[in-house]
C-alpha cells in the first residue's frame, strides 16, 4: 500500500511534467498582426488600374455625344420632370438610386454608356464610382444638359460669380500639405467578405445615397455651396484640385490666385492622391472641402476620396461659382468656364421619350 | 489494478511526446516563403521578393519558386500605406516606381499569401559618416572610425581602386555602446598581393551601416557573410527578421557608404 503511494507521488508529478513540456513543444507561435481593412482596400484599387490616378477624365463634349447618338446608352440622370420637360433623343431616364443595378445589367450592350445630369456634376460622382466598380466604358457629359441647349442652361448660368467676391481673400501663397497621417479607418464586415464584393457594396451604397448638385441644400453628405464654404472655412481642410496655372500664377501677375488657405492637390493623372505622392496628406478625421474648375473634377476625385472613407465634400460650381472671370484669364483654364460657346442648342425631345 | 491507473497516464504521455517528435520530422521538409529586400537610403526602392523554397532536388527555377498573389503593402514610420504589386520573378513594387527610401524612417511589411500572414520592420540607417581611416600594419587591414547612430551596426570591406578588386566578407560587426558617439570598424587583411607599395593609395575602406536586427542574423550565420547577399540560405539555425508561419527572409535597411581612401 505505501509502494502505491509513493508511486503516486513520483508517478503523477513526472506525467504532469511531461504534458506540460509536450505542451511547449507544440510550438506554432499564431502571428498576432493583421493586416488593415484601409491598406487592403487601397492594395485593391491600386490593384485594379488605379484609375483615379492614371486615366484622363471620362468626359464626353456634348459634340461628341451627338455624334454618337445611337451607338451609345445616354442616360438622363434628372428627376422625371425635368426629363420630361426635354431630354436627349433616346436617352433613358434612370434615377440614382436604381443605377448601379441598371448598369450591372445592362452596360455590355453598349460600347459606351453616356451618364448626363443637369450639371455634369453628379454624373462625374456617379462615373467615377462605377468606373472604380470596374464599368470601363462610362463617361459623363460635361456641362450635363446646360451645354446640349439653351433650354437647360439656367442651372450654370444662374451660378456665374460675376462680382468678385469681396468678403474672403485671394492669394498667391502656397500652402504647404498637412503632414502624412493614416488612412480612414475601413471596417469590413465580415472579415473573409471578398473585396471585389465590398467595393461593389460601398459604391452601390454611395450612388443610392446620392450627389446633389443641386444648389437647393446645405445639408449633403458629398457637395457644399461656396457660400457654405465661406461660413465654415476655418474648420475645413480646403484644397484646389488642378494645374498649377489653376492655383496660381507666377507672382509677377495677377492672372490666377485660389482663395486663402487653399491646398493645391495637381491633377490630372498621375494625379497627386497617388499612394506614394500625397494621398495621405488628407486629413482622415477631419473634414475636406475641394474645388476645381467647373465642380465636375472635384466631384469625380471626391467620389475616389469618399470610397477610401475620407470625409471630402465637392465645392458646387467650382470656379465658376468663386469667381468666373479668373478663368477667363489664361488660355490653359478657359475650358472651365462655361461660356455661350458651350451651349450646342442640339434638338430634343420631350415627353416620355425611350422610357 | 491501481498501478495501471497509474502507469498508463504516464505510458500515455510518453508516446504524446514521441508524436511531436514526428511532427518536427516533417517541419524539416516544409515549404517555406522567402522573403528578401534591402532598403537603401536616398535609393529607389527596389521591392520586396516573395518566393517559395523548392522540393530537396529540384534545380531552382524564378519561374517555379515565385510568388505571383501575395497582397503586400509596406507602412512608413506606422501611417503612409504602400501597397505592393507582382511585377516579375516575385518582385513587389508600388504602383509607381518612385518612393525613394529615407534614412531614419521605419518601414514595416505586411503581407498576405493565402492564409499565411508575413510580417517585418526595419528601420533604415543613415550612410555611414567616416571621422578618419587607418592602416594597421601589424594585423594588414584597414580601419575606419565613425559617427555613431542609435540602433544601427557597421561593417566594412577593404576595396582596391575603384573596384577592381574588393572583399567579399565583412569580418565581424561593430556594435557600438548606445552612449558611444562613434567606433571603429575593421575589414579582413589586405590580401598579400595587394601590400605593396604599388597600391599605395589605391587601397580604400567601405563601410556598411546596418539596422541593428542585422546583427542576429551575421551573427546566427556563424561565418563570414556574404557582402550584398544577407539572404543566402545557410540551414535552419539562421536568424531572419520576417515573421510568419514557415516564412523566413530578411527585409532589411542597409546604408552604404562612400569609398574613403587608407594611405
Known amino acids: 500500500m505505501k509502494r502505491i503511494k509513493l508511486l503516486k507521488f513520483l508517478i503523477i508529478p513526472v506525467t504532469l511534467l511531461l504534458l506540460a513540456r509536450c505542451e511547449k513543444d507544440k510550438i506554432t507561435d499564431p502571428l498576432s498582426i493583421k493586416t488593415e481593412d484601409c491598406a487592403r482596400l487601397l492594395w485593391y484599387l491600386e490593384d485594379e488600374g488605379d484609375i483615379i490616378n492614371t486615366i484622363p477624365l471620362p468626359s464626353l463634349e456634348a459634340w461628341e455625344v451627338n455624334e454618337n447618338l445611337g451607338s451609345s446608352l445616354v442616360i438622363d440622370l434628372r428627376t422625371n420632370s425635368n426629363y420630361m420637360e426635354g431630354h436627349i433623343i433616346g436617352a433613358i431616364n434612370i434615377q440614382h438610386d436604381s443605377l448601379f443595378k441598371y448598369i450591372q445589367t445592362n452596360y455590355l450592350r453598349f460600347s459606351d454608356v453616356v451618364l448626363v445630369s443637369a450639371s455634369g456634376q453628379s454624373a462625374a460622382y456617379y462615373t ?40 474672403i481673400l485671394f492669394t498667391h501663397t502656397d500652402y504647404p500639405k498637412r503632414s502624412f497621417s493614416s488612412l480612414p479607418q475601413i471596417n469590413i464586415i465580415p472579415s473573409n467578405l471578398p473585396m471585389k464584393e465590398f467595393v461593389e457594396t460601398r459604391i452601390e451604397g ?16 458629398s457637395t457644399m455651396r461656396f457660400s457654405d464654404w465661406k461660413s465654415r472655412k476655418e474648420q475645413l481642410y480646403t484644397i484646389c484640385i488642378g494645374s498649377q496655372m489653376f492655383y496660381s500664377s507666377s507672382s509677377d501677375t495677377t492672372i490666377t490666385y485660389h482663395p486663402e488657405g487653399a491646398v493645391l492637390y495637381h491633377i490630372p493623372g498621375p494625379a497627386d492622391f497617388r499612394s506614394t505622392s500625397y494621398l495621405q496628406t488628407l486629413p482622415s478625421k477631419g473634414s475636406i472641402a ?7 473634377e472635384s466631384a469625380f476625385y471626391t467620389a475616389y476620396l469618399r470610397l477610401l472613407g475620407y470625409n ?44 | 489494478m491501481k498501478k495501471y491507473f497509474i502507469i498508463i497516464p504516464f505510458i500515455f504521455a510518453l508516446i504524446s511526446c514521441e508524436k511531436t517528435e514526428i511532427v518536427e520530422s516533417e517541419i524539416n521538409t516544409q515549404t517555406y516563403i522567402v522573403v528578401n529586400s534591402e532598403l537603401n537610403p536616398y535609393k529607389l526602392f527596389a521591392g520586396v521578393t516573395f518566393t517559395k523554397t523548392l522540393p530537396v532536388g529540384v534545380p531552382y527555377d524564378i519561374k517555379a519558386a515565385e510568388l505571383k498573389d501575395v497582397k503586400a503593402y509596406i507602412k512608413i514610420n506606422g501611417v503612409q500605406v504602400i501597397p505592393l504589386h507582382f511585377t516579375y520573378d516575385g518582385i513587389y513594387k508600388p504602383k509607381y516606381d518612385e518612393l525613394i527610401i529615407e534614412k531614419g524612417s521605419t518601414y514595416e511589411l505586411f503581407a498576405e499569401w493565402g492564409e499565411t500572414v508575413i510580417y517585418s520592420s526595419t ?3 543613415s550612410p555611414p559618416e567616416i571621422i578618419s581611416v587607418s592602416y594597421d600594419a601589424g594585423g594588414n587591414y584597414l580601419q575606419a572610425n565613425i559617427k555613431t547612430h542609435p540602433d544601427e551596426v557597421y561593417g566594412a570591406i577593404w576595396v582596391i581602386g575603384s573596384g577592381s578588386a574588393k572583399d567579399a566578407t565583412f569580418p565581424n560587426l561593430s556594435i557600438p555602446e548606445a552612449s558611444a558617439l562613434n567606433t571603429n570598424v575593421i575589414t579582413s587583411p589586405v590580401p ?14 567601405q563601410v556598411y551601416a546596418f539596422d541593428m536586427q542585422y546583427t542576429a542574423y551575421f551573427n546566427s550565420a556563424k561565418v563570414n557573410v556574404p557582402v550584398g547577399n544577407a539572404f543566402t540560405q545557410n540551414g535552419g539555425t539562421i536568424n531572419w527578421n520576417v515573421f510568419g508561419n514557415n516564412v523566413i527572409g530578411m527585409f532589411i535597411g542597409v546604408a552604404k557608404g562612400n569609398q574613403k581612401n587608407v594611405n
Open chain 1, 128 to 167: 467615377s464610382l462605377l468606373r472604380l466598380a470596374g464599368f470601363s466604358n462610362v463617361y459623363y457629359m460635361n456641362f450635363g444638359m446646360a451645354s446640349w441647349n439653351t433650354m437647360f442652361s439656367s442651372v450654370w448660368n444662374d451660378r456665374l460669380a460675376l462680382e468678385p467676391d469681396t468678403t
Open chain 1, 206 to 221: 454611395m450612388i443610392k445615397e446620392g450627389f446633389d448638385e443641386e444648389y437647393s441644400t446645405s445639408t449633403s453628405n
Open chain 1, 290 to 296: 475641394m474645388y476645381s474648375g467647373t465642380g465636375q
Open chain 1, 312 to 355: 471630402v465634400k465637392s465645392i458646387l460650381f467650382g470656379m465658376n461659382n468663386i469667381d468666373y472671370y479668373m478663368l477667363l484669364r489664361a488660355d490653359e483654364i478657359i475650358p472651365y468656364a462655361f461660356q455661350l460657346s458651350t451651349i450646342m442648342n442640339y434638338p430634343f425631345e420631350t415627353g416620355q421619350g425611350n422610357k
Open chain 2, 123 to 125: 528601420k533604415v540607417p
Open chain 2, 192 to 205: 598579400v598581393q595587394y601590400r605593396g607599395s604599388e597600391y599605395n593609395g589605391k587601397r580604400n575602406i
